[in-house]
């Protein structure tokens, strides 16, 4: 059964990572259930790749932290990725090291990538690459994630809607 909207708010305003997780993510903030796209974005800086068992495994102090530790800087990717390791050790999963993608598409700010505008199409909607320019790295790739063939893809609109790309 949900929890009431009151708890869920009280939940929401007494997180201190509610901040990181877009609108469409709302509905996982109280359980962090699900990997929010500011991890997933972080695992990717990192080449590393967690599966969603394994991330449920972790106690919410640590998948906080994890949303919380930067990855800006090569430093911070070698301290992310030994954070995660060494957690990770303490479940009886394991973290899958992929090598960084030095040219991702969500680096891209001149044009939109073909998943997207093609997903876009499928909906009957036009994106112009100048709106593309004004989306900051996490929100590309939010959108590119969210184009992917095994992802459910229902919050596609709700993030072009989020992010001012479409009324």
Not at 54 to 60: E, I, K, M, V
Not at 99 to 109: R, V
Request: charged content about 30%.
């Amino acid at each position: 059964m949900k929890k009431s909207l009151r708890n869920r708010t009280a939940v929401v305003e007494n997180s201190p990572v509610a901040h990181l997780l877009f609108e469409f993510e709302s509905d996982f903030i109280d359980t962090l259930c699900c990997i929010p796209m500011i991890v997933r974005f972080k695992l990717d800086r990192c080449g590393m790749k967690l599966s969603l068992r394994a991330w449920n495994q972790l106690d919410r102090s640590i998948r906080e932290n994890l949303m919380l530790l930067p990855t800006e800087l090569p430093g911070d990717i070698d301290k992310y990725r030994a954070y995660l390791s060494s957690e990770i050790k303490k479940t009886d999963e394991a973290v899958i090291n992929m090598g960084i993608d030095l040219t991702p598409y969500w680096l891209s700010e001149d044009v939109i990538p073909d998943p997207i505008s093609k997903k876009a199409q499928e909906k009957n909607i036009h994106l112009k690459d100048d709106l593309w320019l004004t989306l900051n790295p996490l929100q590309r790739f939010a959108l590119i994630k969210l184009t992917r063939a095994q992802h459910e893809n229902m919050n596609f609109l709700p993030a072009l809607k989020e992010f001012h790309l479409i009324d």
